[in-house]
Each structure stands twice: as C-alpha cells, then as structure tokens.
C-alpha cells in the first residue's frame, strides 16, 4: 500500500518582477498534491512582485498561502538571508526551497517528495532545462545550460556522483537542515545549493537527481548580461570544485577542438578526431529539442559563436575572483564565501 504523501512547505524567495514570474508562481500554486503550504518572500514592501503573489491569493483562495515582507540581511548572500526570514512561517517539517524562475508541472511534489521518503535519503533535488524566452542572447543562455551544463551533470551522475544540488529544486527535512546549523551555514557562501549538499553527504545521507526535470526561463536581454551571468556560474563552479572545473577545457565544444587541431597541423587523423567532435557536438545539439523548432535552428546557426564564447569566458573566469549578482560586485573567498567590493 502506497506510503501517505506528509504535509511540506514551499518557500519561493522573490526579487522583482522576473519575466513569466505569474505563470511560474502559478504553477506551484497548481500542484495536485493533498496538503502543502506556500510561503513568498520579498526584503522591500515595494517589491513589485508582490503584485503577482497578491493576484495569486485572490486566484487560489483556499491555498494556504503566507507572505513575508522583511529587509533583514542575515549575510552576503540574499537569496538566503531572504529565506531565513520565512522559515520561522514554514509550518510543516518538509521543506521544498525553489527559486522563483522555476516552471513546474502540476504533479512535481507527488514526484519529489517519495524518494524524500526513503530510508538513507537526505535531500532531493531536481535536473533543469532553459527555454529561451527571445533573442539571442537568450537562446544562446538557453544552450550553456541544456547543451553543457546539465549534459555534464546527468554524465556525472550516471557514474553515481551526487555533487550536483540545484536551488531549482531542494527538498529536504527540516530536522535535518537544522542539524547541520540551519541556512544560517550558508548564509555568506556563493553556491549555497552545493555547500547544503556537501553538509548532507557528510552526515551519511544520499542526495537523490529526481527523475523529474523542471523549465527555467532564461531571459538574458544582451549579450554583456549574459557574459556576466555566465561568468558568475563559470566561477561558482570554479569554486567548489577547482580541480574538476581546470579539467573540463575538452568539454567546451568545437573551439578547443579546432585549436587542438591548428596546434597538431590539421592532419588527416587530425581532421578524422574533429570530424568526430563536430558530429557530436551536432548530436548534442539536436538531441534537445525542447526549446521549440524556432529555437533549434537559431541554436544551430549560433553553435559556432556559443562554443567560441564559452571557451572565452571559461579562460576569463582564471583571471580574478569577482562576480556581478544583481548588481553588485561580489569577491569570493577561498572557502566559497562572499564579501561585497562594489
């Protein structure tokens, strides 16, 4: 007989009026799942998403829906300080934290809340896709993170690494959060998500890839946005894991590849190795067809420019330890922390 799914709480830490933010929110209003609360929270009462959680509690009137408005700052890092300032509302002791950028169908916590359940399991977190929202430099975010980013973490996880935890989806014990000192722990380092995940592997416990693979809009409006995006990613990788992030360079596509291939001369078994990596990059491509067959073919024709940049701001992310988040200038310590500098 099939276990009772228990009572959670979703904690969605909010920062102005995102792109798709209503639709978004909406659907973790619209989960089919027996009883789960919402919690919003915004640092400034004059946060424009508070207009979309508003409308969103006059849609869905019988949702248990709590709404904090508090400017705390509890350490560098917002996104954290902000949700220290709703957990003391969470009523329920499992916990789903998801970023506001995330769009989910309506059976995502009957999805990820039973291997939650198992014996040994102590976090659950979930894969993600980006869907270009328009432009090209969308499309071209759009491709880091289906085309290089997440190939490299189901790669990795099929070999039974358990790294990866994404603030797209975490869900975990509250018992167990406060057991490795609360988000207080995280509260001044640059990639929380990974940082709560070491914490739960060090106490014995298993972090679960759901079978589950959530949207994320990627909504860069230039390319300069992107490059500082990407930059700051490229970097939190650098962070956690400096050794694994020096050695990905044969990972980046068709720019190395062809710079390999000047080096050695462009031989015939030279140009028979590019070949090879050419096709499968095109594999790579075409094997994500989710962004819709617009899309596909403007990927295709800016493959050349995506692996070109890529390869660029992987060597730039060597030279300095600054990040652009929101607008701010953040150094990031050798332990991962954040201290502001501008």
């Known amino acids: 007989?099939?276990?009772?799914?228990?009572?959670?709480?979703?904690?969605?830490?909010?920062?102005?009026?995102?792109?798709?933010?209503?639709?978004?929110?909406?659907?973790?209003?619209?989960?089919?799942?027996?009883?789960?609360?919402?919690?919003?929270?915004?640092?400034?009462?004059?946060?424009?998403?508070?207009?979309?959680?508003?409308?969103?509690?006059?849609?869905?009137?019988?949702?248990?829906?709590?709404?904090v408005v508090d400017p705390a700052v509890h350490g560098t890092n917002r996104k954290i300080s902000n949700l220290m300032n709703m957990l003391p509302?969470?009523?329920?002791?499992?916990?789903?934290?998801?970023?506001?950028?995330?769009?989910?169908?309506?059976?995502?916590?009957?999805?990820?809340?039973?291997?939650?359940?198992?014996?040994?399991?102590?976090?659950?977190?979930?894969?993600?896709f980006g869907r270009a929202r328009a432009g090209i430099a969308s499309v071209l975010g759009a491709m880091f993170v289906n085309?290089?980013?997440?190939?490299?973490?189901?790669?990795?996880?099929?070999?039974?690494?358990?790294?990866?935890?994404?603030?797209?989806?975490?869900?975990?014990?509250?018992?167990?959060?406060?057991?490795?000192?609360?988000?207080?722990?995280?509260?001044?380092?640059?990639a929380d998500d990974y940082r709560l995940g070491e914490c739960v592997r060090q106490r014995g416990l298993g972090v679960v890839l759901a079978d589950l693979t959530v949207q994320t809009a990627v909504a860069e409006s230039s390319l300069a946005q992107l490059c500082r995006h990407e930059l700051r990613w490229l970097r939190t990788i650098q962070s956690v894991q400096p050794l694994g992030f020096a050695c990905s360079l044969p990972t980046l596509g068709l720019a190395p590849a062809l710079l390999g291939a000047a080096l050695a001369g462009f031989d015939t078994?030279?140009?028979?190795?590019?070949?090879?990596?050419?096709?499968?990059?095109?594999?790579?491509?075409?094997?994500?067809?989710?962004?819709?067959?617009?899309?596909?073919?403007?990927?295709?024709?800016?493959?050349?420019?995506?692996?070109?940049?890529l390869a660029l701001l992987w060597c730039w992310s060597f030279f300095g330890r600054e990040i652009s988040w929101r607008d701010h200038r953040y150094g990031i310590a050798q332990d991962g922390s954040l201290h502001r500098v501008g």
């Open 1 to 67: 007989m099939p276990q009772p799914l228990p009572p959670v709480t979703v904690l969605k830490a909010l920062c102005g009026a995102e792109p798709e933010l209503y639709e978004q929110l909406r659907s973790f209003c619209s989960q089919r799942y027996p009883c789960f609360q919402l919690i919003f929270g915004v640092r400034d009462a004059t946060d424009p998403a508070l207009g979309v959680v508003e409308r969103l509690q006059q849609e869905f009137p019988n949702l248990d829906v709590a709404l």
């Open 89 to 128: 509302r969470a009523r329920h002791d499992l916990l789903v934290m998801a970023d506001s950028d995330i769009l989910v169908p309506a059976d995502y916590l009957s999805r990820i809340i039973p291997p939650l359940l198992e014996p040994g399991v102590g976090l659950v977190t979930c894969p993600y």
């Open 147 to 190: 085309e290089w980013f997440m190939p490299a973490v189901r790669l990795a996880a099929l070999f039974g690494s358990q790294a990866f935890v994404s603030g797209a989806t975490i869900a975990l014990r509250r018992e167990l959060l406060l057991s490795i000192g609360g988000l207080d722990a995280l509260a001044d380092q640059l």
């Open 269 to 309: 078994p030279v140009m028979g190795l590019l070949a090879i990596t050419a096709v499968g990059r095109l594999v790579l491509h075409c094997y994500d067809r989710s962004a819709g067959a617009r899309a596909f073919w403007m990927g295709l024709a800016l493959l050349p420019l995506r692996d070109a940049l």
